[in-house]
């Protein structure tokens, strides 16, 4: 909880509705931010760090396999102790650039609400522990002079999405590699953890093609400001966005992890806690030791009850269903 803001001028979102199809094949089974990390889908972890700063709902738009997403989401939700009730799911029948899906939930909060509130959005993607508290003080310390806030991370190379800060890291000047400016900036990578004004959601129409990107470049362009909040050098930050970068996110969290109930011979098994696709039915195996090498492993909890098996229990216990995805 926190002490010091008042939740009820925010609206939290995290964006639920993409593809995923840099994760394919992994993402025909299932959608991208129910991928589990160890015990979480990774947008439940974002959903989560704002159930435990106080917020009395968190926002969620839907597409791709959006039942997949919702069933896994209120089940986790459960799992881990909370009122699945408090997740807001907002489903597209047609995929919204992201300033368009933002803006839609925007004004069904607030049409009414006397109170202004600004959002706090994140994608659904990203596993972090982001400081949300300093960030949230930090934009109303700026409030009055920027009409958004990014969260960014330094980096000693430029990516192609390259976010570029002015020398004190105060403000986002630019973005792209190919940033005329440059040389007299800071190269960092954006969080995708932000806060945008209502001045500027009550502009932005609901549809397809209005994408946040672009609202912030017309937002320089006008030489109005976007302030930048540095992410801790010290705290993870994970972009599942690809096999190999999920896996790097999945051998951290392991190396953390003090729960040995989560491990086959010392391999991670990531729990999906909805019920088992279609898809995937003709292709879930039963572990053993040989085909434990180099793969992630998902293991969907029995409906019968949430235990997890020893390694030797697994052999035994054929309603356990495990699937489990190559490299």
């Known amino acids: 909880m926190f002490n010091n803001i008042d939740v009820e001028k925010y609206i939290p979102i995290v964006l639920c509705a993409g593809f995923g199809t840099r994760l394919k094949p992994l993402t025909n089974y299932f959608p991208k931010v129910s991928c589990p990390i160890i015990d979480k889908p990774v947008a439940f972890m974002s959903i989560e760090l704002f159930l435990k700063a106080g917020f009395k709902e968190v926002h969620c738009n839907t597409h791709y396999l959006s039942e997949q997403v919702k069933e896994e989401f209120i089940k986790s939700a459960e799992y881990h102790g909370y009122n699945s009730n408090l997740i807001k799911f907002w489903h597209e029948n047609e995929l919204l650039d992201t300033g368009g899906g933002i803006a839609r939930i925007f004004k069904e909060v607030t049409k009414n609400s006397k109170l202004k509130k600004d959002v706090i959005v994140v994608s659904g993607d990203i596993a972090a522990n982001v400081p949300l508290e300093e960030m949230i003080l930090e934009w109303e310390r700026k409030r009055n002079d920027s009409l958004a806030l990014m969260a960014t991370k330094k980096l000693n190379y430029v990516r192609k999405d390259a976010t570029w800060l002015d020398i004190t890291g105060s403000y986002v000047l630019g973005f792209g590699e190919n940033y005329a400016h440059k040389n007299n900036c800071i190269s960092s990578v954006f969080t995708t953890h932000q806060i945008i004004s209502s001045e500027i959601l009550e502009s932005t ?18 030489n109005m400001k976007i302030s930048n909040f540095n992410y801790p050098e010290n705290n993870f930050w994970f972009d599942i966005g690809t096999p190999q970068d999920y896996l790097k996110c999945i051998n951290f969290f392991s190396k953390i992890s003090e729960n040995s109930k989560y491990l086959i011979e010392n391999k991670t098994i ?58």
Do not use: A, G, Q
């Not at 129409?205 to 006008?222: A, T, V």
């Not at 990531?270 to 293991?299: A, G, M, Q």
């Open 205 to 222: 129409p609901i549809e397809k093609s209005s994408s946040i990107n672009l609202i912030y470049r017309k937002i320089l362009d006008k």
């Open 270 to 327: 990531n729990i999906i806690h909805s019920s088992i696709n279609e898809n995937l039915k003709d292709n879930l195996i039963k572990i053993t030791e040989k085909n434990l090498e180099d793969k992630i492993i998902f293991k969907f909890l029995c409906s019968k009850n949430n235990d997890l098996y020893t390694f030797k229990n697994i052999i035994n216990t054929p309603e356990e269903s495990y699937f489990y995805f190559i490299l």
